[in-house]
């Protein structure tokens, strides 16, 4: 079955792409509107991008031509926000931060979240996250009339204590707990994890014989 999509219609390649790439992070992001709003949303399109630079990718979807979310209205006009990570805790919250309040609602207040300062940039982080990046806008790129792709660069994290060795920065998922998006209504839990180890060429052949 092939699909060839400048056949499909936008909504139809939406559903197929998000029903195939999964699951996806989420990055609950924290912005600050020009009346000093805190704006909190999230987005499953999203991304690590590179570590050297420290980049993370962001794609934004507008409300309509020429009229952009909070969040990326208020990354290209203050260049700062902040991915939250998600966990399993902090699914709900997140689910009200996707409603669609007026700019001049903040949705911290209605998702029972409170905003912890940052240090590297205005926007606040949320004391509830297990993990949270401080960004700075690297580069802002409009696809068209209806999507902007946004790349940051990480300027510091935020990890809960217990999270990370600091000595081995080695994770531990059983505290983590990260919830990732899939398609429609439907999210996922990391509960079960196997090992597959990278092998260089040489040892790949010695297995094999050759």
């Not at 690590?48 to 290209?76: M, Q």
């Not at 911290?108 to 205005?122: F, I, K, Q, W, Y």
């Not at 990370?164 to 531990?172: C, E, G, I, N, Y």
Request: proline residues 9%; aromatic residues 10%; hydrophobic residues 45%.
């Amino acid at each position: 079955m092939r699909f060839d999509f400048d056949r499909l219609a936008p909504r139809e390649r939406y559903k197929l792409l998000t029903a195939l790439v999964i699951p996806r992070p989420i990055a609950l992001v924290t912005t600050v509107g020009p009346e000093g709003v805190v704006n909190a949303a999230p987005y499953s399109f999203f991304n690590a991008f590179s570590h050297d630079p420290p980049l993370v990718v962001l794609g934004i979807e507008r409300r309509g031509p020429g009229v952009p979310k909070d969040t990326g209205r208020n990354i290209d006009l203050t260049g700062e926000f902040v991915v939250n990570f998600v966990d399993e805790d902090l699914a709900a919250a997140m689910n009200v931060c996707a409603v669609d309040f007026p700019p001049e609602w903040s949705e911290l207040e209605p998702a029972g979240l409170h905003p912890a300062p940052s240090t590297r940039v205005r926007p606040p982080r949320l004391a509830e996250a297990p993990a949270a990046l401080e960004c700075r806008l690297f580069t802002l790129l409009r696809i068209g009339a209806g999507r902007e792709l946004v790349i940051g660069e990480v300027l510091a994290a935020w990890v809960r204590e217990g999270i990370v060795d600091p000595a081995t920065l080695h994770l531990d998922l059983a505290r983590y707990r990260p919830v990732g998006r899939l398609f429609g209504h439907l999210y996922c839990r990391i509960r079960e994890v196997f090992t597959l180890r990278r092998r260089g060429f040489a040892e790949w052949r010695a297995e094999r014989g050759d």
